[in-house]
């Protein structure tokens, strides 16, 4: 097999890049980039399966030349909400499978629908299978087999753990920072009452997480919101939720907000300020609690039987060192491999809840990747609601 890695220098990809060399059926991985040096430089630190090349992804002639000649993309190349919706139609008209980390709500809209698209039946394609989204999709996808009916999914992360990785091909404003300005301002989309509606991101939302209890969290665009949506209809109400970080941090990120609204600086400005201020704060935040909401985490309520139910799941602490590069992009990777390893074997677009995906597995697969083998443990709690 053959994959063509976009942003494979990048942050984030070159984590999913160091784990899929390992792989066997790995004959060959392209690391494209637009700054083509960085590309080549890391590739440099493999033998020659792979190989560095200069690439924009914005030229589509050279993009489907490129993908034409591999059997598997991943795209780590963000931001997404400017990228990934076009990279995925070059792979369907190559008909190449496609991986990505997109963590945007309006690119995973459209490219759910590409399932309307006859060529879709020939590709396998999993998008935002990164952290959030990606973890806690497979986290919410076990906390709703618990149940037989579900009425309502969060996921949810803490924003302490989003800090871009040192080392990257990235030059100027960094992508992730962009994608998180864009999903703070104007407004998101959820999934509330049955059904989609636009509402101010950042907006306080009080979870009552099993054997924790009621706790804030705050609404941001990340596509968890919609996909769950899509794959099982019947559910209620959808959001993705960010909590934790430095004292304050909400009203520092709706002032930045308020700044972009009223035009006294750019988006950019905006993501230099972001970048600036997570670089400043400590490595490790202080816990104004003394237990909060786990880091990373699926929540649902619904029914078991006629009681009602709330379910979350999340993973014990071994899951907690890990950097922002590698919790986005080793789920990538082992979505990659245990595809090459034909487990993931069904085609169409999919989310990671989609059921395209064996969460079991897919835990035994991350364990080799963090813990060298070690088991990886879900923390499933439940408690009963009344009413």
């Not at 020659?48 to 030349?65: P, Q, S």
């Not at 037989?148 to 949810?156: A, L, P, W």
């Not at 054997?211 to 968890?224: D, L, Q, V």
């Not at 992009?329 to 169409?348: E, H, N, Y």
Request: overall charge neutral; proline content about 4%; glycine content about 10%.
């Amino acid at each position: 097999m053959k994959i063509l890695a976009l942003g494979g220098s990048g942050g984030m990809g070159r984590f999913a890049v160091r784990s899929l060399i390992n792989h066997k059926a790995i004959k060959k991985i392209y690391i494209a980039d637009l700054n083509g040096s960085s590309a080549k430089d890391f590739a440099s630190n493999f033998d020659d399966r792979v190989e560095g090349l200069e690439l924009d992804i914005t030229d589509n002639i050279a993009l489907i030349n490129k993908m034409s000649k591999v059997d598997i993309v991943i795209n780590t190349a963000g931001p997404f909400f400017k990228f990934a919706e076009p990279i995925l139609r070059a792979a369907l008209e190559t008909k190449t499978h496609y991986f990505d980390i997109c963590d945007d709500w309006e690119p995973t809209e459209k490219m759910l629908l590409l399932n309307n698209d006859e060529r879709s039946s020939e590709i396998t394609g999993i998008i935002g299978f990164g952290a959030s989204p990606g973890l806690t999709n497979i986290l919410a996808y076990l906390a709703i087999l618990e149940l037989d009916e579900v009425s309502k999914v969060y996921t949810g992360w803490n924003i302490s753990g989003a800090k871009p990785e040192d080392k990257s091909s990235q030059k100027g404003v960094n992508a992730a920072m962009v994608h998180g300005i864009q999903q703070l301002t104007g407004y998101v989309k959820v999934f509330n009452n049955g059904k989609y509606e636009m509402v101010r991101p950042l907006k306080e939302v009080m979870v009552n997480y099993p054997e924790i209890g009621e706790k804030k969290a705050n609404i941001f665009g990340h596509p968890e919101a919609v996909s769950f949506p899509y794959h099982y209809p019947n559910i209620k109400e959808s959001l993705n939720l960010m909590h934790g970080g430095e004292k304050g941090i909400v009203g520092i990120l709706k002032f930045i907000r308020l700044l972009i609204e009223i035009k006294l600086i750019s988006k950019n400005m905006a993501a230099r300020i972001f970048t600036w201020l997570d670089n400043s704060s400590s490595s490790k935040t202080k816990k104004t609690d003394l237990i909060n909401l786990p880091d990373v985490y699926g929540y649902v309520e619904g029914k078991k039987g006629n009681k009602n139910f709330s379910v979350g799941v999340t993973f014990d602490d071994s899951i907690q060192n890990l950097s922002m590069g590698e919790a986005t992009s080793l789920p990538l990777a082992c979505g990659v491999k245990m595809f090459l390893d034909g487990i993931i074997t069904q085609r169409g677009i999919h989310a990671p809840e989609s059921g395209i995906i064996n969460p079991k597995i897919f835990i035994d697969y991350l364990a080799k990747e963090i813990n060298n083998g070690v088991k990886l443990k879900p923390l499933i709690t439940f408690s009963e609601n009344n009413g």
